[in-house]
């Protein structure tokens, strides 16, 4: 094992969970060790957790709980020394009304429509998905075929306070989702998840915290169309926050191929899994 050697400063980093996942939902298991052979001082926090305002560099990786203090989470964001993804990244993407911002520079998405608390909720045709515009872990997600119990969860979300986001369902979305992977701005690996929803009038799987939807993964070789689409929306976020996206520390950019086209789900620069579970032990290690 490589030792700290105590004449160089060694930051110390910690990676954010939150107090039901403190040390996140197994995906990132061994990340700890990992840093630590490489002479880093590392280790799991809370995100809500004093300490880590004293630590050098914070990662965020499980704050999934942040959706109902996002206010709280936002100004926290701010204090750290020096957090990844930076915090501006953070207050755009928090929000899934930066899917708009994609679409306006040309990203090709699923088409997205939001009503904030007091706006009039109207509900296309066919099969439709409703969630809060702030979520994470399919939480308040949930697909109808009914537009009026569509409306419903619609306007229950506002009366929460929370902005509602509704989408036509995609049936491509069956197949699974194809989770592009970029570290630093570059491609990494890629894997598929399984369908989260189930369908109309039944409810998402939860973990045994409640903070997340259970689904399956599976490693895969997206096609380079899927690839090219995963750039285009890390070029144009990168654009929308004036940075350069090698300055993402990791993003995940959810896709699905085929049908009319490639088209964005969510891009994830938040604390998204990352899928590291579906990577053998070496690969894993050169990441």
Not at 6 to 34: K, M, N, Q, S, T
Not at 102 to 117: D, E, H, I, K, R
Not at 261 to 268: K, T, V
Request: net charge negative; with cysteine; proline share 7%.
């Amino acid at each position: 094992m490589k030792l700290a050697r105590p004449d160089i400063f060694h930051p110390r980093i910690v990676l954010a969970g939150c107090r039901a996942l403190p040390e996140g939902d197994g995906d990132d298991a061994g990340l700890v060790a990992a840093l630590r052979t490489r002479g880093l001082h590392a280790r799991w926090l809370a995100w809500d957790d004093p300490a880590t305002l004293e630590a050098d560099v914070v990662i965020l990786r499980a704050a999934w709980d942040y959706i109902d203090r996002v206010e709280e989470f936002l100004g926290w964001t701010r204090r750290v020394r020096h957090l990844l993804n930076a915090p501006a990244v953070v207050t755009w993407n928090v929000d899934k009304r930066y899917l708009q911002d994609l679409a306006a520079a040309g990203v090709p998405t699923v088409p997205s429509t939001f009503f904030a608390p007091g706006e009039r909720v109207r509900i296309p045709d066919g099969e439709v998905v409703v969630k809060p515009s702030v979520g994470a872990g399919s939480v308040g997600a949930l697909r109808f075929s009914d537009s009026a119990q569509a409306c419903a969860h619609a306007e229950a979300l506002q009366a929460a306070g929370r902005t509602a986001l509704v989408q036509p369902y995609d049936p491509r979305i069956s197949d699974g989702e194809t989770a592009l992977v970029f570290l630093g701005g570059q491609q990494s690996h890629a894997f598929v998840k399984s369908p989260i929803l189930p369908p109309p009038g039944a409810a998402p799987v939860f973990d045994e915290s409640g903070t997340y939807a259970e689904e399956r993964l599976a490693p895969t070789e997206p096609d380079f169309e899927l690839w090219d689409l995963g750039y285009a929306a890390l070029t144009a976020a990168a654009a929308q926050l004036g940075i350069e996206s090698t300055e993402l520390l990791y993003a995940r950019v959810d896709v699905i191929g085929g049908g009319e086209g490639p088209r964005l789900l969510e891009l994830e620069l938040v604390e998204p899994s990352l899928g590291w579970r579906q990577l053998g032990d070496d690969e894993r290690g050169r990441q």
